[in-house]
């Protein structure tokens, strides 16, 4: 499934790409125009006036045509999550604008990426205590979602046992390509479309459903995990079988599409978050992001920005293109940036060879084989040279982690099915084959093995569709999720919580294939793997803590959840990683730990941040004034106590100093943090560090004391180590444990010899 989604992402790029090409040629470019509203002269009744007037002053005559006139040339004004508008401009007017008073900052219009039944008792959430009974399900929480749009048909959209729509609920139901607005309804409470960006930077366009319409499977699948409602009976045909919900089963869902099967622009996704700002959205969800963009210059920084400061929560995915360090996008300091891995369930099927002996695989074949019939089992080595054998099984072992060649060697020879003995334990990309195949580990590989070579009519029949549960280790994280830390601020320690990612159950448009291949096969739900599938369930989560603790800002509940996360897999083991050899998994790929949704109700302390401690950061990365109001949207804010040292649940410090010559010189950095008690009114807290390999880390105090419900308490931590740090990763843990008391506040600290680059403004 995710090899489908990069396969089908990789297309749009390329897609986006010549349309730019081809917009070049005409010297007219779609813009995001930043604008100083303050400047707006006190004649203008409104913004939209302001920015209709200024362009008109700017028009270039020259180039001026029926369809350039200045009211058509603005695509979307502003009003939320920037002040400004986006337009087609030519160069010379691009020029002349920004010589204008009030204008601020400007960037082309760019293409964005997507990244592509049973998780919740996986994550401990049942009904008879914590965060689904405590939040009533997250009853009236509205969960915005941006995303390629949802097929209202789908049960997960049944608003049985839902209560009427909260009345501070101000969202549409948009009619548009077969879909009106019946098809909302008390869950499904608003369905929006946003291409007029992408129509304006591709005038030739025809956009197939230009509505909020799903013809993807992408926003049906998010949307459902972070709060579809009961459906029974819900399976991939006959996997992962039982009753199907989302996180938050009572929440209800408001779907922006902005994401088009024919591509995806910045100045679109910017209109829909404005608007869901508009709405009353609790909750966003935002499955996708945009690489190697400085803050000031990435659309979803700047529009979650304006999201947080009105108390918006925002769930963002880290990218698939891990294992490799720095790999990450969203890496935010104000959004939640989610990591993916995997559960406990398998999808499996059974192999019963001729001699009676049953050996377990993993599988995701969509049919059935007829039970009674037996097929030869034909042993080809490495599978170099894959033939086909009649109706028999090809047999291949992985030594040198070969896998995906020699599945493909199996699918181009067209096998009957193929059996693939192999170490590789992600499996994701693979089990979804065209053709019958199992993979087996190396041990029930041995036995099939010697059964091959001890009978000349080798053969074995097969049971596909089972599923099971238990399967340890887990979690563990995916391969494909993106390693920190950010670029685009690396001072915060990023990602920041890990979620179920791996084959994730959710409902699926019925008309849009499931499977990949050359049979196509059709389901109301399918299995999916991507950070895009971990960060909806986290969305769903904060809704839950939202409905329970409606005052907490967005950083207290990304706090809560942090803090409480687990760093211990089913085997109380530390998690691994999928990407490192199945090593304990660093901070940089893991974040905090797995979230733990009961006990992130009760934290016991929060790390609180306000938009000012956020400013202060972006004063401290050197910004320019002009850059920092792209992201603040005024110009009226101090850099006065500029600071890298952001009040956040998770330290990241560098070691990495090449000033100088003696490189095991000692050097210290510092740590400032405040917890604020929301558990019990009294209550002390003794401060527990891990050891850290050549580091001597500290705390000052060790003891922390609270006589309210609410009051602050400060620390500092100081990690000493060399200039110059001989290790790429080093990282550890401090914990506030509650004397006397269940809560443990935990945080990871990563110590780093990287040289992170920083990005800065593209020129
Ligand atoms: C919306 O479409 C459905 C199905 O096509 C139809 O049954 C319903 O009457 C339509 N509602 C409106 C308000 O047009
Ligand atoms: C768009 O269509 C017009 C008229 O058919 C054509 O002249 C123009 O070259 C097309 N533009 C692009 C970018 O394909
Ligand atoms: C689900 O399956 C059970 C058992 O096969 C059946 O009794 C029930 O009616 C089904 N429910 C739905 C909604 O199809
Ligand atoms: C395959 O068999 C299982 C029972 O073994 C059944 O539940 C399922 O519906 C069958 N699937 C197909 C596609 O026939
Ligand atoms: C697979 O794992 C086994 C046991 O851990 C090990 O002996 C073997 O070398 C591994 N094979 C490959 C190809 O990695
Ligand atoms: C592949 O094999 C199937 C039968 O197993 C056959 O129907 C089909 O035509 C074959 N396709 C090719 C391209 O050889
Ligand atoms: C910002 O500039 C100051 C002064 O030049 C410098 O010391 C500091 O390292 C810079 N910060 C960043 C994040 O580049
Ligand atoms: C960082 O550590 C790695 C070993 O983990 C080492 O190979 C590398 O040279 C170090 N980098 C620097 C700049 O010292
Ligand atoms: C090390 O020095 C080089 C060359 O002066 C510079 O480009 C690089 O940014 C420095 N790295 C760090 C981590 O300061």
């Keep these: 499934m995710a090899a489908q989604f990069q396969f089908s992402v990789c297309l749009l790029l390329m897609t986006i790409s010549q349309f730019i090409s081809a917009s070049l040629a005409h010297e007219m470019n779609c813009y995001i125009v930043h604008m100083d509203i303050s400047a707006m002269p006190k004649a203008y009744s409104n913004h939209h006036s302001w920015y ?27 009003t939320n999550v920037m002040h400004g508008f986006s337009a087609i401009l030519s160069d010379s007017e691009l020029e002349s604008l920004s010589s204008l008073p009030g204008y601020v900052s400007s960037f082309r219009d760019a293409p964005v990426n997507l990244d592509t039944t049973y998780s919740f008792k996986f994550l401990g959430l049942n009904s008879n205590y914590g965060a689904w009974p405590d939040s009533d399900y997250g009853r009236d929480v509205i969960i915005g979602v941006i995303d390629t749009g949802i097929w209202p048909e789908s049960k997960s959209y049944d608003d049985y046992g839902m ?55 992408h926003g049906t699948h998010t949307s459902s995990t972070a709060a579809g409602n009961y459906v029974d009976n819900a399976s991939y045909f006959g996997y992962a079988y039982g009753t199907a919900r989302g996180m938050a089963p009572h929440a209800r869902v408001a779907m922006y599409k902005a994401l088009f099967n024919e591509g995806s622009v910045s100045s679109d996704i910017l209109a829909a978050i404005d ?45 698939n293109q891990g294992p490799l360090l720095e790999t990450l996008h969203n890496g935010t300091p104000w959004v939640l940036t989610v990591a993916a891995g995997s559960i406990d369930r398998e999808y499996v099927g059974r192999i019963i060879l001729g001699n009676g002996v049953t050996i377990t695989g993993q599988t995701l074949y969509p049919n059935n084989l007829t039970h009674s019939q037996n097929f030869p089992l034909v042993f080809m080595g490495e599978c170099d040279d894959v033939k086909k054998i009649g109706t028999g099984f090809v047999v291949c072992q992985d030594k040198t982690g070969a ?6 060697a199996c699918l181009n020879a067209n096998v009957s099915g193929g059996i693939f003995i192999t170490n590789n334990s992600d499996l994701g990309f693979f089990r979804d084959s065209s053709f019958p195949a199992l993979f087996l580990n190396h041990q029930d590989g041995e036995t099939i093995l010697k059964y091959i070579n001890m009978n000349q009519k080798a053969q074995a029949s097969f049971e ?10 887990a979690p563990k994280v995916a391969a494909y999720s993106s390693r920190g830390p950010s670029a685009s601020c690396p001072f915060v320690l990023k990602p920041d919580i890990m979620g179920p990612g791996d084959l994730i159950l959710a409902s699926w448009p019925s008309n849009v294939a499931a499977t990949e291949g050359s049979s196509q096969y059709f389901s109301n739900f399918n299995l999916l793997s991507g950070t895009s599938m971990s960060c909806p369930h986290v969305a ?9 603790h409606p005052k907490w800002s967005p950083a207290a509940i990304r706090s809560a959840m942090m803090t409480t996360s687990d760093f211990l897999d089913n085997k109380y083991n530390p998690i691994l990683d999928s990407g490192a050899l199945n090593h304990p998994a660093s901070p940089l790929a893991s974040g905090a730990g797995h979230v733990n949704p009961n006990k992130a109700l009760d934290p016991g302390l929060i790390y609180d941040v306000k ?45 990495n100093a090449n000033d100088t010559s003696n490189s095991n010189e000692l050097t210290v950095q510092e740590f400032h943090r405040t917890v604020t008690n929301v558990g019990d009114k009294t209550s002390v807290y003794e ?77």
């Design 52 to 78: 209709l007037a200024t362009l008109a002053s700017i028009t270039d005559n020259s180039k001026l045509t029926t369809t350039s006139v200045p009211s058509t040339k603005i695509i979307y004004t502003y």
């Design 163 to 217: 209560t009427p729509t909260p009345l501070k609920w101000k969202g549409a139901c948009e009619i548009g390509t077969q879909f009106n607005s019946s098809m909302c309804n008390k869950k499904l409470v608003g369905a929006r479309y946003f291409s007029k960006g992408l129509l304006a930077n591709n005038p030739n366009l025809t956009i197939s459903m230009n509505s909020p319409r799903d013809t993807d499977g």
């Design 275 to 319: 608007q869901a700002i508009e709405d009353g959205v609790d909750v966003l969800s935002l499955s996708f992001g945009l690489n190697d963009v400085a803050l000031f210059e990435d659309p979803v920084a700047i529009a979650t920005f304006a999201a947080i400061e009105k108390g918006i929560f925002v769930s963002t995915s880290a990218g």
């Design 403 to 408: 896998l995906s060649e020699q599945v493909y």
């Design 464 to 473: 596909f569709q089972k599923t099971s549960i238990g399967a340890k280790a």
């Design 540 to 548: 769903g989560i904060a809704a839950l803590l939202r409905g329970v």
């Design 611 to 655: 938009a000012a401690d956020y400013i202060n950061l972006l004063c401290a990365l050197n910004y320019t004034s002009k850059q920092i109001q792209t992201v603040t949207r005024s110009a009226s804010y101090s850099c006065s106590t500029a600071s890298l040292d952001l009040n956040y649940p998770s330290f990241i410090a560098y070691f």
């Design 687 to 763: 401060a527990k560090i891990t050891h850290m390999d050549g580091l001597n880390v500290n705390v000052v105090p060790e003891k922390l004391s609270f006589k309210d419900k609410y009051e602050m308490q400060s620390y500092r931590l100081s990690i000493q180590g060399p200039r110059r740090m001989k290790n790429k990763i080093i990282h550890g843990s401090i914990s506030w444990i509650e004397v006397s008391g269940r809560h443990v506040v935990r945080s990871p600290i990563v110590a780093t010899n990287l040289s992170s680059r920083i990005l800065s403004g593209r020129k």
